[in-house]
């Protein structure tokens, strides 16, 4: 642009050496020639005459007109019929033609008229206006009518020019000016193409650059060019008001005019304005922050303004102006600058990309851009407007050399919506949900500082970062982005709200290739479950608590989430959490050295440590897993979860190990393998492995089984044993072992099966059996398969109340001996005190015993029958044979029926009565 106007002051420089040259003509003429007597008003006449003018030993112009005439006072000269004028210049010869002259020697002014018009031979630069004055006292041309310079492919159009000094120090285009540049690359100035191109300046920037003003000056000596938007002439101040030049503009001298606002003609306001409507800055969601936000409110333009413009951009702005020796442009009083879209580079990214395509307005109180450097500097407000985008700071700084830009005193970006992220396919159609909400939302983004270098694609914004949105909200000390790892930073004190959720952290990054969201400095998360979540921990909740399950307020119950290392991967949708993860829901809480989990494939694995509880129960393992698509959990290394116990459940306290526990939620079955061993209030148990089905509540232990209990107090508020039955209390009390291949457990329905080589063993007794059933509620107890029940001693029986002291001597000795009971069956109904054998019953003591198909015990009557082949054999070998032998208790009598025969008793009677 510099250029440009430097031609201009170039070109009516030849109009001045034009006026120069006819002003030594008459100088000449006035020495040599003399005047001729009286006569007309004019002494002397010439005609067809040719002159030249040399300076430095070279001709400089030729004229050859038709008739040159000199007054009688020799001070006005007139020439006429000027058929043809040469001017050489910077090894051109431009051609001239006028249709007459005047020269006032007195007043030293010339004047010349007709149509003016310096055209160089192939006719692509001229200089033409209509007529021309030239004041040699006050030094000053001016040219009144229409002037138009074509020189170097650009032309300049004013209504008048005026200029001051020899040399055209000083000049001024006035009204209606126009300059049109089609490319400032043309310029045959070597010195401003190397400016160009250190300034790194886009070509469409530099192309088609039309100016428009009321009034074009050029200072020369100063190398000040200034565009004003009114006719008036304003000379140029010695000193700049102070207000106008900030401290920080490099090397910016003295001698800026000030803003002219003096009524004239003005241009009509840029076209295009108006499709950017303006928001309103006290709308909800601005940030609250130390520094003084900027207004979006886009201030109006002036009425009067000028113009400056390219294929790719408009300036509409109260004043240009342009300073060549500190390669100075500055736009001042309300600057408008329309940035028109253009193409993307391909390395470009997608945002990048779409923010080029469109047109961009930008508008400030002063605009100062160092072409040299490279450097244009705004000390004021400014505003930048996209359809949809604006944004505002308080001051800003472009390096263009370096492709970046500084943002400063508070910085504000607002989006109103989000369709231009979608029409320029920033979000892609398939994105999620979530992703497309984010991005349609009004955005409103604030911070104290933000740095942008576009070739390398780094942003760095810094002080009190926000990012708001109705429902969504984030805040920071800094946030950088890095254009080289394409990696966000965001970190000092970073919080996320979005809606219910929240998130926390000192330090949070994200890389765009490969979606990894990172917080190595530790976060924390609180998370509102979805419906299809919440519903399957409702399941949970409602069956372990019951009634006291509080569904309105279970609805408000958020996943809470804490470690020292969290990392997201996007692409894969795996998030992980490393060093004393934590994660907590209610009451149930998963801590473990590092969980991670597969949002994609809906699973979960825990390692190290690992410890879920809730109110009931803790589960402590080296690794466990969730598959929440199967609803398969599993767990292992060294498992061992630890119950509580449970009012509602009827649960007692329990403690299982195991090396492996699987379980799945679905069907409620389940295993623990690797040697489980279950211990619950003074019982265990331990078994090769362990299966179970948390629905049914059925428990299954196979392999080497072994129980054991220490007493009966775990019994203690059941239904198995009346409250009164000491007898039954007497043998449940005792420490118990149970050894088996199979041991089947039903709480809830109070059945336990136990089966394979089953040993039951109790102080000074032991029952062996291949199969034991147990019903808790019904107070049944049975024993089949090779049964067999023996006692080493007899104190039990005492204890118990089944021998007493209304027993006679002979049954308290026997009861406390030895005694082993054999068959195939064995029913206790001991609510009843009944108890009932079958199949080959033998009862044995010493070397008595009882033998028959069956035995019938009532404990209630203290009567036994024996039923079926009965046969009896007292320690003294004496026999009783018979098929049924009754045994009163209370009466101390024994009553034998049908066939009864007998050895040894009737030997005794015949010794007797011998």
């Known amino acids: 642009m510099v250029d440009r106007i430097k031609i201009l002051s170039r070109n009516l420089l030849l109009l001045a050496l034009a006026a120069g040259a006819a002003y030594g003509i008459w100088r000449i003429l006035l020495l040599e020639l003399k005047p001729q007597g009286p006569g007309p008003a004019h002494a002397f006449v010439f005609e067809n005459m040719h002159m030249r003018v040399w300076k430095d030993d070279k001709?400089?112009?030729?004229?050859?007109?038709?008739?040159?005439?000199?007054?009688?006072?020799?001070?006005?000269?007139?020439?006429?019929?000027?058929?043809?004028?040469?001017?050489?210049?910077?090894?051109?010869?431009y051609r001239f033609k006028a249709a007459r002259a005047f020269y006032d020697s007195t007043n030293k002014q010339v004047r010349i008229y007709g149509r003016i018009n310096f055209q160089t031979e192939k006719g692509d630069e001229f200089f033409r206006s209509r007529d021309a004055f030239w004041d040699g006292n006050a030094e000053t041309l001016r040219l009144p009518n229409p002037v138009a310079v074509m020189e170097g492919g650009n032309l300049f159009a004013g209504d008048s020019f005026q200029a001051m000094g020899e040399e055209l120090e000083n000049f001024a285009v006035i009204g209606h000016v126009t300059v049109i540049i089609p490319d400032v690359k043309d310029t045959e100035d070597s010195d401003m193409l190397k400016e160009l191109e250190d300034a790194a300046i886009e070509a469409g920037d530099i192309k088609n650059l039309v100016l428009k003003a009321q009034r074009v000056e050029h200072n020369s000596r100063a190398g000040l060019i200034s565009a004003y938007p009114a006719r008036v002439w304003t000379p140029e101040p010695q000193a700049p008001p102070s207000e106008l030049v900030p401290a920080r503009a490099p090397g910016l001298p003295g001698g800026m005019p000030p803003p002219i606002n003096v009524p004239g003609g003005a241009l009509p306001p840029p076209p295009g304005l108006d499709i950017l409507p303006g928001l309103d800055p006290s709308a909800p969601g601005l940030p609250m922050t130390p520094f003084t936000p900027p207004s979006l409110e886009t201030p109006p333009l002036p009425p009067l303004h000028v113009s400056l413009s390219t294929d790719a951009w408009n300036i509409r702005a109260g004043e240009i102006h342009v300073r060549d020796k500190e390669k100075l442009a500055r736009a001042a009083g309300r600057v408008y600058l329309v940035?028109?879209?253009?193409?993307?580079?391909?390395?470009?990214?997608?945002?990048?990309?779409?923010?080029?395509?469109?047109?961009?307005?930008?508008?400030?109180?002063?605009?100062?851009?160092?072409?040299?450097?490279?450097?244009?500097?705004?000390?004021?407000?400014?505003?930048?407007?996209?359809?949809?985008?604006?944004?505002?700071?308080?001051?800003?700084?472009?390096?263009?050399?370096?492709?970046?830009?500084?943002?400063?005193?508070?910085?504000?970006?607002?989006?109103?919506?989000?369709?231009?992220?979608?029409?320029?396919?920033?979000?892609?159609?398939?994105?999620?949900?979530?992703?497309?909400?984010?991005?349609?939302?009004?955005?409103?983004?604030?911070?104290?500082?933000?740095?942008?270098?576009?070739?390398?694609?780094?942003?760095?914004?810094?002080?009190?970062?926000?990012?708001?949105?109705?429902?969504?909200?984030?805040?920071?000390?800094?946030?950088?982005?890095s254009g080289l790892t394409k990696t966000w930073e965001i970190f000092g004190n970073v919080t996320v709200r979005d809606k219910e959720d929240y998130y926390e952290a000192p330090l949070f990054t994200y890389n765009e290739d490969t979606g990894a969201l990172t917080a190595p400095q530790g976060a924390y998360f609180?998370?509102?479950?979805?419906?299809?979540?919440?519903?399957?921990?409702?399941?949970?909740?409602?069956?372990?608590?019951?009634?006291?399950?509080?569904?309105?307020?279970?609805?408000?119950?958020?996943?809470?989430?804490?470690?020292?290392?969290?990392?997201?991967?996007?692409?894969?949708?795996?998030?992980?959490?490393?060093?004393?993860?934590?994660?907590?829901?209610?009451?149930?809480?998963?801590?473990?050295?590092?969980?991670?989990?597969?949002?994609?494939?809906?699973?979960?694995?825990?390692?190290?440590?690992?410890?879920?509880?809730?109110?009931?129960?803790?589960?402590?393992?080296?690794?466990?897993?969730?598959?929440?698509?199967?609803?398969?959990?599993?767990?292992?290394?060294?498992?061992?979860?630890?119950?509580?116990?449970?009012?509602?459940?009827?649960?007692?306290?329990?403690?299982?190990?195991?090396?492996?526990?699987?379980?799945?939620?679905?069907?409620?079955?389940?295993?623990?393998?690797?040697?489980?061993?279950?211990?619950?209030?003074?019982?265990?148990?331990?078994?090769?492995?362990?299966?179970?089905?948390?629905?049914?509540?059925?428990?299954?232990?196979?392999?080497?089984?072994?129980?054991?209990?220490?007493?009966?107090?775990?019994?203690?508020?059941?239904?198995?044993?009346?409250?009164?039955?000491?007898?039954?209390?007497?043998?449940?009390?005792?420490?118990?072992?149970?050894?088996?291949?199979?041991?089947r457990l039903e709480p809830d329905s109070d059945y336990f099966l136990l089966?394979?080589?089953?040993?039951?063993?109790?102080?000074e007794k032991e029952a062996l059996a291949d199969r034991i059933e147990f019903w808790g509620k019904k107070k049944r107890l049975v024993m089949e398969g090779s049964v067999r029940m023996s006692q080493s001693g007899g104190d039990w029986l005492f204890e118990g109340g089944f021998v007493d002291d209304t027993d006679d001597e002979d049954m308290r000795k026997r009861a406390r001996k030895p005694a082993d009971i054999t068959c195939k069956r064995l029913e206790s109904l001991y609510g009843e005190r009944r108890l009932l054998l079958t199949g080959g019953v033998r009862i044995t003591q010493g070397k008595s015993s009882v033998e028959g198909d069956s035995l019938w015990h009532y404990g209630k009557t203290k009567q036994t029958v024996i039923e079926g082949g009965v046969k009896v054999v007292d320690e003294d070998g004496r026999s009783l044979k018979a098929k049924r032998v009754i045994y009163d208790g209370e009466a101390k009598t024994v009553e034998a029926f049908n066939s009864i025969t007998g050895e040894g008793y009737i030997n005794e009677n015949k010794n007797r009565r011998r």
């Not at 006072?73 to 010869?93: A, E, H, Q």
């Open 59 to 93: 001709v400089r112009w030729e004229l050859w007109a038709g008739r040159v005439e000199i007054s009688r006072g020799k001070d006005v000269y007139t020439i006429t019929n000027i058929k043809k004028g040469l001017l050489y210049r910077n090894n051109k010869i």
């Open 339 to 481: 940035r028109k879209g253009r193409k993307p580079d391909k390395k470009d990214r997608k945002l990048i990309k779409a923010l080029k395509r469109r047109d961009a307005l930008i508008v400030t109180e002063e605009l100062r851009y160092f072409w040299r450097l490279g450097r244009a500097e705004i000390d004021y407000p400014l505003i930048m407007r996209q359809k949809e985008l604006t944004l505002a700071a308080n001051s800003g700084l472009v390096l263009t050399k370096l492709d970046r830009a500084e943002l400063r005193g508070g910085v504000i970006l607002r989006q109103t919506g989000g369709k231009w992220l979608f029409s320029n396919k920033v979000i892609e159609d398939g994105a999620d949900d979530k992703v497309k909400d984010i991005a349609r939302a009004q955005t409103t983004i604030s911070a104290a500082s933000v740095d942008l270098d576009f070739d390398k694609e780094d942003v760095l914004a810094t002080g009190d970062v926000s990012v708001m949105q109705k429902d969504r909200f984030l805040t920071a000390g800094t946030a950088a982005y």
């Open 526 to 743: 609180e998370l509102l479950p979805d419906e299809d979540q919440r519903a399957d921990f409702s399941d949970y909740f409602m069956d372990r608590d019951g009634d006291a399950f509080d569904k309105q307020k279970f609805q408000k119950e958020k996943v809470f989430v804490r470690g020292n290392d969290m990392r997201f991967d996007d692409g894969r949708d795996i998030l992980t959490i490393t060093g004393s993860a934590d994660l907590r829901f209610k009451d149930v809480t998963l801590n473990a050295d590092r969980v991670t989990v597969n949002l994609a494939r809906e699973t979960m694995r825990a390692e190290g440590r690992v410890t879920i509880k809730d109110k009931n129960s803790t589960l402590t393992a080296d690794w466990a897993d969730a598959d929440w698509n199967t609803e398969i959990y599993k767990a292992g290394g060294g498992v061992k979860i630890a119950h509580t116990g449970n009012l509602k459940q009827d649960s007692d306290p329990f403690e299982l190990k195991g090396a492996e526990l699987v379980w799945n939620r679905k069907t409620g079955a389940g295993s623990v393998t690797g040697d489980p061993a279950l211990t619950s209030r003074g019982r265990r148990a331990t078994a090769d492995s362990m299966d179970f089905n948390s629905k049914e509540k059925i428990y299954t232990l196979e392999g080497d089984v072994q129980m054991q209990q220490d007493n009966g107090d775990w019994l203690r508020g059941k239904d198995y044993i009346d409250a009164d039955d000491t007898q039954a209390w007497a043998i449940a009390k005792k420490p118990t072992k149970i050894k088996c291949r199979s041991a």
């Open 755 to 763: 089966e394979g080589a089953v040993r039951v063993t109790q102080p």
